[in-house]
């Protein structure tokens, strides 16, 4: 019985696998760089990208683009499908390429949030 327990503990242990996603793109203000944005990408089940099943990885961006005198910053959320997530080695075509996102724009489910500087 001891056995067979260790032996389930060690194939979980051993089927945990590091999963990630990689974004690139740029991000505009109009038609120069957006400066000061904050970028961050989470996984929105557990927060740890050590797991079984696949991770839910979701891309966030912070701005004050055109914005900088309301109070906090603008929030955006993006979903990044699931075919980009990856493993420990990360090949070109495990990237998430966003092109040029114009800032400027309205965005569905746009938000508002207050964030640290730092």
């Known amino acids: 019985k001891f ?3 260790l032996t389930s503990l060690l194939t ?3 089927c ?3 999963q990630g996603v990689s974004v690139t793109g740029t991000l505009m203000c109009g038609s120069i760089p957006a400066k000061n944005a904050k970028v961050r990408i989470v996984d929105l089940d557990t927060g740890t990208t050590r ?3 696949p991770i839910d990885p979701v891309f966030y961006i912070w701005h004050e683009c055109k914005d900088e005198q309301t109070p906090c910053s603008r929030k955006l959320r993006f979903e990044i499908p699931k075919k ?3 493993g420990k080695e990360v090949e070109e075509k ?3 390429d ?3 996102l114009n800032l400027e724009a309205k965005f569905d489910n746009e938000a508002r949030e ?3 500087t730092d």
């Open 12 to 14: 979980v242990g051993w």
């Open 3 to 5: 056995l067979l327990i």
């Open 94 to 96: 495990h990237w998430i």
């Open 114 to 116: 207050c964030v640290p």
């Open 16 to 18: 945990m696998r590091t």
């Open 51 to 53: 797991e079984l099943t």
């Open 84 to 86: 980009f997530i990856h």
């Open 98 to 100: 966003i092109g040029s």
